[in-house]
Every structure is written in structure tokens, then in C-alpha cells.
């Protein structure tokens, strides 16, 4: 458990009482909602936060529905100590911690559902997922009340689907997206890539480049359905197995045509190297 001397709350009642107390004074509060293992991109969104906010709340909490059974809620990395430091480094305010049976205690029954930008890609291979970050950012939101929340376009899906959220059920939360954290190779950041081995760790690095070239090729002019078939052998080739790798509407995920795109478009991809998997995107503007 953390240390007192890090402000945190591990209560509604605890977090609402911090975050009124700011109200009185009349400051604007900003949320990063996080599952843990902290790395430089929830860190970057804590500093636009912190930018655009006079106090910021980050959550950690690892939500048990949005995995489904099978899928790695119990080996999910858990660094609360090294988190707490990265967070108080970064000078957020105040570390939400709430358990599962504040979030789920017993006898709950409510959830949300989705349509719209959930629909295919994620929810595809995993169709529990979105209705999951759903109830959960739904609650979250409700919990902490703040008037700015930040997410990273990494999971750009997840980030569409939280403002159709938010605008569905008219919750008074902004929504501001931060840029996807790389490493030096490009690879997104993301707390899975723990997981990866020294060999599967050089192979990811190639995702980011096939998104490259594939938003590159959508740019020059070349028609969807022939620029997704040069990816898509692309990825098949490097990576053990590939759930899709997709052209889409950037603001809707809509499906374009087969020939050059004609709007703002987003090139994402979901593939698999080992029991790991790892998503990224990129966008593609529309020929000149």
C-alpha cells in the first residue's frame, strides 16, 4: 500500500471530499483514468492534465469487466508503488484507489451498452470489451466529477467511444485526447509490452512502420481495399497472427470505399506475438 505521505483517496466518500474542497476554492479539476503499470504515455497525459487543470485526479484501477475469461485480469501488471512515485513526480494531485467492491459491490447489477464507434474491430475479438470501459468510465466519471478527462489516442476506438459516451448520456466531462506515446523504434507504449520477449520485442517495432506506410500509401492516392492488402501482408508476415488491420473515418470508424479515401481517416491494427497483443494506429489524410 502507498505511503501516507502521497495524497490519495481509497473511498468515494474520501474522493469526493478532496475534490469539493477544490470546488470551494474554485478550481477546475482534470481525471486520467488508468488501469496501472504506469509508463511515459499516462505520464504525458498527467502533464496535459496538469497543463490544462488547475488539480488533477488519477485513478488506478484494474477493471475486472472488460476482461473475459481467459484473458489476463490475473497476471495484468501491478506496480501501485512505482505508480505512485511516477504520479507524485509528475505532481498529480490526488491518486484515486478504489477496489473491486466499491466498484462492483455486492448484489450490482447496472451496466452500458454501445453501439455506434464500438461496434467491429475491438469488439470483434472482444465483443465484453467496450460495454466494460463503459460501465466503468461511466462510474469513474460519476465518482470523481471532474470537468476535463484525458485519454491517449493509442486506444483511439476506446477514446470515440468515450466521448459517444459521454455525449449519449450528457455528462458534463470534456474530452481531450493526448498523442500516443513510442518508444525509440515507434512502438506504442503500452503496459502489455512487459509481456513481450527480446525477439518479439524487436518484432513489434514493425507495427508501427506497416501503419506508416499504410497511411503513407492511403495519402499518395492508393485505394483502400488495394493499400489494406499490402498491410495486411505485411503484418501477417511479421507477427504471429493478425485480428485486422484497418483503414477507417477518423471521427466515425465508419468504413471508406475501396478507392482513395476522401476524408480524414485512421489506420488501425490489432495483431498478436505470442499470448501478447498489441494495438496501434496512425492517421491518413486524404490525397491533395
Partial sequence: MITQQIPHATTISALRTRVRSWRGDRLSVGFVPTMGALHDGHISLVRLAKAQCDRVVTS????????????????????????????TDAKCDLIYLPTPEIMYPEGYSAGVTLQGPALGLESAARPHFFDG??????????????????????????????????????????????ETGRDRDGLALSSRNAYLDADQRRRAGQLNVILKEFAAALEAGTGHKAAREIAYTAASETFDSVDYIEARCA????????????QPARVLAAVRLGSTRLIDNRAAKPPA
Wanted: glycine share 6%.
Fill in 60 to 87: 488506478i484501477f484494474v477493471n475486472p469487466k472488460q476482461f473475459a475469461p481467459g484473458e489476463d485480469l490475473d497476471a495484468y501488471p501491478r506496480t501501485l508503488m512505482d505508480d505512485a512515485e511516477k504520479l
Fill in 133 to 178: 470501459v463503459a460501465t466503468v468510465v461511466a462510474k469513474l466519471f460519476n465518482q470523481v466529477r471532474p470537468d476535463m478527462a484525458f485519454f491517449g489516442e493509442k486506444d483511439y476506438q476506446q477514446l470515440l467511444v468515450i466521448r459517444q459516451l459521454v455525449k449519449d448520456l450528457d455528462i458534463p466531462v470534456e474530452i481531450l485526447a493526448g
Fill in 251 to 262: 471521427t466515425t470508424l465508419a468504413e471508406p470505399g475501396d478507392g482513395p479515401i476522401t
